[in-house]
């Protein structure tokens, strides 16, 4: 976790605070369990309650743990400090440390899930209100980065929000995916606990009883978790490509937002770079090298190693945390974004109507004129703007073969930007419903 | 793809015929569409179908392509010499080539995901029918490697079953991923073609269209399909392992089916070897490893580039068939496995009871013995067992203090190995339904 | 493999006739050996050599082989139908199958290296050649994919040349990694054969023999190598990708060659893509995907397991391959690349001299202007450079303040090109040596 | 970065203090040399060096960046804080951001990679110690978990030591590719700075100039390094995959230390399970990981993007931390395995002989017994101990056709030890000289 690259609602989720607040309840809700059950006292289960608002005290759980080599232990121990060593007695029974661990990590990932779906969200509105704003704001498709055909800014926009929705979708169903608790035992044959303490916990804790879990939740479930957050990071690539591309200087139809203030600006005001698209790139990166490890570590060795243990103390914290930066910060540059429409037709008349040749060659061959002479009559006019740096439309028009074949009119027609834009309603409607 | 690892229906799949087959019928539905439209003589529509049953020529269309250095444009060429070359002179209109080779692409995928689907369909009632078979065979649950409390053969395979029942869940979500068509033309603006022929296509080819699309189809449909298979794969890996550490020889708790004909293996009867299963292991890393690939595909620049295609070309193929292939190799091996209850017994008893040290332990503090002395008490059995191979329960029951506690009937209960097994139903319910 | 992405001579090597080849090689060495050693009788290793002209029928061995289901063996007995069953009865004696499998991969990854030692050398020739041919074609350099300093093209093709001549060295490195071969028994005690056969063998085939064995060649060799296969698509991906944006319609400043008779290229002469660029970007994600799987093939089970084998049966021959093709292909573009040095010139100047803002800044306060009364100067004459078309160095001679801090000369100079292309020279010397 | 797998000296290197402390002296080397060139007032050089004790506030230095948002300008107002505003006016002449902080990030990767050859060696000296102390420790040979022929421990431990001295080698070539440092402006021209300045600078911190570079050093050098370590972090989890292996209950050849004092060790003496093995097996993972992203670093944009920073700041220092971490954890593993020789015995017995039956078959068959009847007689008698439990070498020496063909004393050769362990002190020659 780089502190440049988090913010505080998400890094909050992976403090220890967080953790042992997590690791009460899973605790408390567990003793309730066992006490309607008839397994433990009343009184000792209420017991556990008292300590519904203390602030654990993180230096002296570490304390402990530097003395028993046992997180859970440490964490015990000091609850007991607070709620009484023989009110204490039951707490835990018949548990094992993984129920603890394992419950705890999936409320922390669902946590975070809920976090990256608001981010999410948050992103789509930036995207459908910029999508909106230049539904008809004309620029250049391209292929290859080389001029196609002329496409909308907006629909750029909306096929970024039509791909960020598929992620929204793709986050809920990885937020499922991990909204599981489990307290099984040792190999999870709730040997030495009723199963339906599981069913309690998992109730209060907003998650879903594992089916069958084996002292470890399975890692697939955390597998696709993480791929999931992989391909979201892949789309924030996406994102910021097309930032970087539109800004880089012999494009410049769109730049990051630059504050008036922020030095060097104005002296030198060919040069903003897109950082903030840059460092999405790289943070994609970052998002995305955790699905590997996440998948090697569903092969752990019969009922359970720990071997995914460090893994995902790493990945946990830090793929949420970077993501959920990486989609803030893109919200702000969607949102901010600096169009620059002028440029965009400037630079789509950059060879003088050249882009229209296809549509001219169609029309001819539609007017009857064979490919072949179709072929010649674009290419020779063609060349002339290609070589001489002349008009494409002024030629054509002046070309008697291709007015014979077309007419003045049909010529004007095919430079008509409206042939293109004519379906932007429909894809619309398509991506933002009626 | 390797020969030996594939299966001939997920290997037709990827035949060059079968690609021309769907290239001819996304041509042959879109010139019905454009005939219905009005935008093309319906006759030309009908004689496209003229080829219909006709087995395109791969040979032919490679050395067209070798000229054209196209390879639509060669199928298309080759079509028109069944169709007729006037007759076909309005296939492809309006159309761009990515519209037929991503849509096609989609298409395969998804055929590609029916077989995998099914697969893993193959593999549940293997699972289930194992599952159900060793419902109540005992045997010592493991964590870390390290005999930890009993459970049963069933469970395990039951575990495997629920698994790969969210694999199978996960398949059909990256099927409905992956099953979209695009009809959109160079920048997916339908400025040369009515949206409502890719509406056509798709309905005759099974997919829906493609919301927004940009000459080609967004790739992060794609970066979570090969999540997807990635994710099965490693699934694939975690029934392997366990698998080969069943048959080791110093557990030898199961064996993968070994033909009685099969060379050596009677004269080295200790030597079979999990070959298949390290196999797995070694395929699952193939599947895997197109992942992150496929999440670099997802940005694209601009409208498109074709950076992206290699990757597909490659990966398309080379995962669904190594998927399909170890699926099926897993069903068998799951199907076959040779299961050894005893040594699954005998393996328990390797350090003669000392498994339920634990339960003793928690007993005799359950008895109102302090923790230290219940440790003390616990400890100096379980060393004669450790140190001097005596018996854990002969040595409790003939400890004084240790009877004086808990009574020689409790110290029997512990060792109950209904104890450890009577939630199995309640999880298989879980698992199975009722 | 993807047979478009592939070239004979590399091909070649991962053929079946080649594998066989190799093996016989390695048998009929081994046998000479243990003639020498007086295991077996001369004329038996002598007998083995009848085979040396024969093609070995790759048919025949399958077949054996879907009856042995063993492919050492069915070699070895279509070997003896060579030979004759009894002179070839000592053939393998106290060998293991993996004795023969890993020299011969590594005698292939040797051959491998060696291609692409020499693909590395014909890249460096054709970047070298340009290099000095636009050693003074200035260009705008590039950060952020904003225009910053001057540079030249000359440096843009000797920076790939010292990073490919850094390939270079870390490929024959990686050549000597898996050059090294085994004939050291079931677990590579040498209990039934005698090092000194290992030693020869190696010998014959041009390799060392590996230290210590355990049937298996170590694979951490094997991940080295992959890795550095990694890196060097990693630089082709580097080299692709400036060339991609240097084609861009936007800059131009450079194209894949394009052959005069490409279909389309004159009608839609604007619409020439850098498909060649483009495929290399993804054949390189394709060369970097078998890292990680190399990676995981190196924790072998004990002496060894086979999980390897299906990866490397996919990954050995495909990457290598897949970069053979992809040097080869760069190689082609780099020769070939048609550099437009006027309009990098144009592009250097779109904005009319801001580019040098920053030096005539350093100036400013070189000459004893305050530094914020010099940003002030460069800012009002830059903006109106950005807002109004002006020239910046007319702007700059027309300022009184500037030209009273700088002369007149002392501007003309700072716009003077000569100041960023003076130690391009030094830099080539570093580069390309004396 | 993870606290519990960090080490201070590691951790180190990368904290802020270390960073300004190079950053100044990268400044005040390069004011030296420009003095030395007489490009600015020896004394202003000079005064740099009043700040050679000084330990810089981190906490003022980001209240600076705060407001200017530019670490390199935060630093160097801090430094004109402990300078003079007036004598720091020359530092950082002509450079630019990146020439100090890639130079930096070298200097921090040298050092970091001094540790791990240190590592390596202390790694190197424990494995060399414990394969000589078990250098005719026989145990079982395993391929495919399966038990295969004799071997001894010591040739285990020293197939450790010849992978990681393969990895001190390869580290010591990582270290060098990224030991290089550049001062060389904004495209890497020296437009601004004379390569003097780099040569002084680079000789001074112990670094190479970069020949080429292009504002930032070029990223295939960090992609190997990175690579380097992936490769290691893999031969980490092979040797952590055997002790794993090892101290699996029923294998119990070996267990990591265990402390006497560690709870529960007594009371459930057969519960200690390989937790740290376990956890280097999920460190290499961590490592690993990096490899990928560090990869796509590789491929800037033009002469430079930020892509890779975010990307670096990441790995750089948690990969170095946590490999640091793993190695010197693994080193205490070995130097402490508890190696139990009897076990290894007892588990190369547990088929009574089984393990030499391929030996017997040879011998048959070199006595002149047909390969079918050899088979046959072999096969009779392993059948007896394999079903019945009998002693294999019993059996043979009680079945007459067998001792017909070889006699009693060859059978009882068979069996012995020596014949598998006549070739260590061989291969140890070649592992660790003579």
Redesign the interface.
């Known amino acids: 976790m780089?502190p440049?690259?988090s913010r505080p609602d998400m890094v909050a989720i992976w403090s220890p605070e967080t953790k042992f607040r997590i690791w009460y309840e899973i605790e408390a809700h567990a003793c309730d369990a066992m006490a309607d059950l008839g397994v433990i006292p009343r009184e000792n289960a209420e017991a556990v309650w008292k300590a519904k608002d203390v602030e654990f005290d993180v230096g002296r759980i570490d304390e402990i743990e530097a003395v028993?080599?046992?997180d859970v232990i440490a964490f015990l121990t000091h609850l007991a400090e607070h709620v009484g060593s023989d009110e204490a007695r039951f707490v835990h029974q018949g548990m094992t440390s993984s129920d603890v661990l394992d419950t705890c990590f999936n409320v922390q990932l669902t946590r975070a899930a809920d976090i990256l779906i608001a981010d999410l969200e948050g992103l789509l509105a930036a995207l459908k209100r910029r999508a909106i704003e230049h539904k008809d704001t004309v620029r250049?498709?391209?292929?290859?980065?080389?001029?196609?055909?002329?496409?909308t800014m907006g629909?750029t926009f909306?096929?970024f929000y039509?791909?960020m929705d598929?992620?929204l979708s793709?986050m809920r169903?990885a937020r499922a995916?991990i909204a599981t608790g489990a307290i099984s035992?040792?190999?999870?044959?709730?040997?030495?606990i009723d199963?339906r303490v599981e069913d309690h916990v998992c109730d209060k804790l907003g998650l879903v009883?594992e089916?069958?879990?084996?002292?470890v939740i399975?890692r697939?479930?955390h597998?696709?978790f993480f791929?999931?957050l992989?391909?979201i990071?892949?789309?924030i690539?996406?994102i910021?490509?097309?930032v970087?591309?539109m800004?880089?200087?012999?494009?410049l139809e769109a730049e990051e937002f630059f504050s008036k203030g922020?030095?060097g600006s104005?002296?030198?005001?060919?040069?903003?770079?897109?950082?903030l698209t840059?460092?999405l790139?790289?943070?994609a990166?970052?998002v995305?090298?955790?699905?590997?490890?996440a998948?090697?570590?569903?092969?752990?060795?019969?009922?359970?190693?720990?071997?995914?243990?460090?893994?995902e103390?790493?990945i946990g914290p830090?793929t949420t945390i970077t993501l959920d930066f990486a989609l803030s910060r893109l919200t702000g540059v969607i949102d901010k974004l600096v169009v620059y429409p002028e440029n965009m037709l400037a630079?789509m008349n950059?060879?003088r109507g050249?882009?229209m040749?296809?549509?001219v060659?169609?029309a001819l061959t539609q007017a009857g004129v064979s490919r072949e002479d179709a072929?010649r009559l674009?290419?020779r006019n063609?060349?002339k703007?290609?070589e001489e740096g002349k008009d494409f439309k002024t030629e054509l028009l002046g070309d008697p073969d291709v007015t014979a074949a077309l007419g003045v009119e049909e010529i004007e027609e095919k430079f008509d930007l409206g042939?293109?834009?004519?379906?932007?309603d429909?894809?619309f409607a398509?991506?933002f419903g009626e």
């Open positions: 780089i440049r690259y028993t080599k046992h250049i498709g391209r292929s290859h980065g080389i001029h196609a055909e002329p496409t629909l909306a096929r039509a791909e598929r992620n793709r169903d995916e035992g040792a190999v999870g044959t709730f040997a030495n199963p009883p089916p069958i879990s084996t002292q399975p697939d479930r597998a696709a791929a999931t992989g391909v990071a892949s789309s690539e996406n910021a490509t097309e970087r591309h800004q880089r200087t012999e494009v922020q030095k104005s002296a030198m005001p060919h040069k903003r770079n897109p950082v840059e460092n790139t790289g943070l990166r970052l995305r090298m955790a699905v590997v490890p998948m090697e570590n569903v092969a752990l060795w019969h009922e359970r190693d720990i071997s995914h243990s460090s893994v103390r790493n830090d630079n950059k060879f050249l882009v040749s296809q549509r060659l169609l072929y674009v290419q063609a060349m703007v290609w042939y293109h834009t004519k379906h932007v429909t894809i398509r991506v």
